[in-house]
């Protein structure tokens, strides 16, 4: 069996290292002006407030970036990269959820490049090197901070992804004590988000391998073992902690082996209703994984194992109980339930369904074959 496995260059994992993160940057590069790429809510939360005096402590002259929004269109990037340019930044720090984080990396290359944002949707078509790069991710979801991915909101309602090596971050930092004022219903969709990744990345037709196998089923293992116990107490260490490497691992697991239909469902909810991405995996994942069993049976029995349900049975059987388990595991969490229940409208499914097929780069990844009918259906099961 022939496979390549790639990641991130550096992670470190602490409790309150965000407080630390100025000493720990110091000795790896020269450059000592730092670009943070953040969200209003955070500064305005006091997240940033000890990270930035760290990195002063430490040497750094610092400016911030703080106009990231959810499913950030292209003016943001570019807005970012212009105040990077003025400020001349060295170095560019992502810290916030996944929408910070892609940000940061499309900063950090466009910093040192003459490319356009247009030149760099689709795989592969970054040219040269980029700033250097430091995520500290503050959800544990979107695995952004260990993917070579990111994603923009381009016109009304459709996404792009940049999808390179230079993406990869220099250095991770997980601190889950950046996740404790995460709210229940934040936490529930973010959670489910990562666990999609690890089941996607797990079932993928391409690229799928021993390294990806093995780190989608500790992360599903993590994620659905504590996800409810982060939801009821968001002050759980052991649960924030065990929840953010979780979703570190599914994000190096779909890094690898690429997501598929419950992604592609989930975007055209972004674009059109602006649902969190998480809670719109999380509307989908059910109906999904029903109509992949017909090809994907073995794989998501081998998930129920995972997960700890209870019994025996044949594949397809075992699936079912996978795809039920998953639906009360979502259920128990607070998320909302149906399309319905987020605004969503009967007569925008079609629409909806023909957005969906849109998204090939994901679409060749889902264990069935999936064409537009299918797609309607799908949105109507989820409805």
Same mark, same amino acid.
Request: glycine share 10%.
């Given at each position: 069996?022939?496979?390549?496995?790639?990641?991130?260059?550096?992670?470190?994992?602490e409790?309150?290292?965000?407080a630390?993160?100025?000493p720990?940057?110091?000795?790896?590069?020269?450059?000592?002006?730092?670009?943070?790429?953040?969200?209003?809510?955070?500064?305005?939360? /006091?997240?940033? #407030? &000890?990270?930035?005096?760290?990195l !002063?402590? *430490? +040497?750094?002259?610092? @400016? =911030?970036?703080?106009?990231?929004?959810?499913?950030?269109?292209?003016?943001?990037?570019?807005?970012?990269?212009?105040?990077?340019?003025?400020?001349?930044?060295?170095?560019?720090?992502?810290?916030?959820?996944?929408?910070?984080?892609?940000?940061?990396?499309?900063?950090?290359v466009?910093?040192r490049?003459?490319?356009?944002?247009?030149?760099?949707?689709?795989?592969?078509?970054?040219? /040269?090197?980029? #700033? &250097?790069?430091?995520?500290?991710? !503050?959800t *544990? +979801?979107?695995?952004? @901070? =260990?993917?070579n991915?990111?994603?923009?909101?381009?016109?009304?309602?459709?996404?792009?992804?940049?999808v390179?090596?230079?993406?990869?971050?220099?250095?991770?930092?997980?601190?889950?004590?950046?996740?404790?004022?995460?709210?229940?219903?934040?936490?529930?969709?973010?959670?489910?988000?990562?666990?999609?990744?690890?089941?996607?990345?797990?079932?993928?037709?391409?690229?799928k391998?021993?390294?990806s196998?093995?780190l989608?089923?500790?992360?599903?293992?993590?994620?659905?073992?504590?996800?409810l116990?982060?939801?009821?107490?968001?002050?759980?260490?052991?649960?924030?902690?065990?929840?953010?490497?979780g979703?570190?691992?599914?994000?190096?697991?779909?890094?690898?082996?690429?997501?598929?239909?419950?992604?592609?469902?989930?975007?055209?909810?972004?674009?059109?209703?602006?649902?969190?991405?998480?809670?719109?995996?999380?509307?989908?994942?059910?109906?999904?994984?029903?109509?992949?069993?017909?090809?994907?049976?073995?794989?998501?029995?081998?998930?129920?194992?995972?997960?700890?349900?209870?019994?025996?049975?044949?594949?397809?059987e075992?699936?079912?109980?996978f795809?039920?388990?998953?639906?009360?595991?979502?259920?128990?969490?607070?998320?909302?339930?149906?399309?319905?229940?987020?605004?969503?409208?009967?007569?925008?499914?079609?629409?909806?369904a023909?957005?969906?097929?849109?998204?090939?780069?994901?679409?060749?990844?889902?264990?069935?074959?999936?064409?537009?009918?299918?797609?309607?259906?799908?949105?109507?099961?989820?409805?």
């Amino acid at each position: 069996m022939g496979f390549e496995f790639r990641t991130v260059a550096s992670i470190a994992m602490e409790w309150g290292g965000a407080a630390r993160l100025g000493p720990m940057l110091a000795p790896r590069w020269q450059a000592r002006r730092a670009l943070v790429v953040s969200d209003a809510g955070l500064v305005q939360a /006091g997240l940033l #407030a &000890p990270v930035l005096a760290s990195l !002063t402590g *430490a +040497g750094f002259a610092v @400016e =911030v970036f703080d106009a990231v929004v959810a499913d950030p269109p292209e003016a943001v990037v570019l807005s970012a990269v212009a105040q990077a340019r003025t400020f001349d930044a060295g170095l560019v720090i992502g810290l916030g959820g996944g929408s910070s984080l892609d940000i940061a990396k499309l900063v950090a290359v466009l910093l040192r490049s003459e490319q356009t944002l247009d030149a760099l949707y689709g795989i592969g078509k970054v040219k /040269g090197s980029r #700033a &250097p790069l430091v995520l500290v991710p !503050t959800t *544990a +979801g979107t695995g952004s @901070e =260990v993917t070579n991915i990111s994603i923009i909101t381009t016109g009304e309602t459709t996404k792009m992804g940049v999808v390179a090596d230079q993406l990869f971050a220099d250095f991770v930092l997980l601190d889950a004590q950046l996740t404790l004022g995460l709210p229940a219903l934040h936490t529930a969709a973010t959670g489910i988000d990562a666990m999609v990744h690890a089941i996607e990345a797990y079932t993928s037709r391409h690229r799928k391998n021993p390294l990806s196998d093995a780190l989608a089923r500790e992360a599903l293992r993590l994620l659905s073992g504590n996800l409810l116990a982060a939801c009821r107490d968001g002050t759980d260490r052991a649960a924030r902690e065990a929840m953010l490497l979780g979703a570190m691992l599914a994000g190096q697991a779909f890094a690898n082996a690429p997501v598929a239909a419950v992604h592609a469902l989930a975007y055209p909810l972004g674009g059109h209703y602006h649902v969190p991405h998480g809670l719109s995996n999380a509307l989908m994942l059910a109906p999904v994984l029903r109509f992949n069993a017909a090809a994907a049976a073995g794989l998501y029995a081998e998930l129920a194992d995972v997960v700890g349900i209870s019994g025996r049975g044949t594949a397809g059987e075992r699936a079912e109980a996978f795809a039920a388990h998953m639906q009360a595991l979502l259920d128990d969490s607070g998320a909302p339930r149906r399309l319905r229940d987020v605004g969503v409208t009967d007569n925008s499914l079609a629409l909806l369904a023909a957005d969906a097929m849109k998204q090939t780069r994901l679409l060749v990844n889902n264990p069935v074959e999936l064409d537009e009918a299918d797609a309607l259906a799908l949105y109507r099961a989820a409805y």
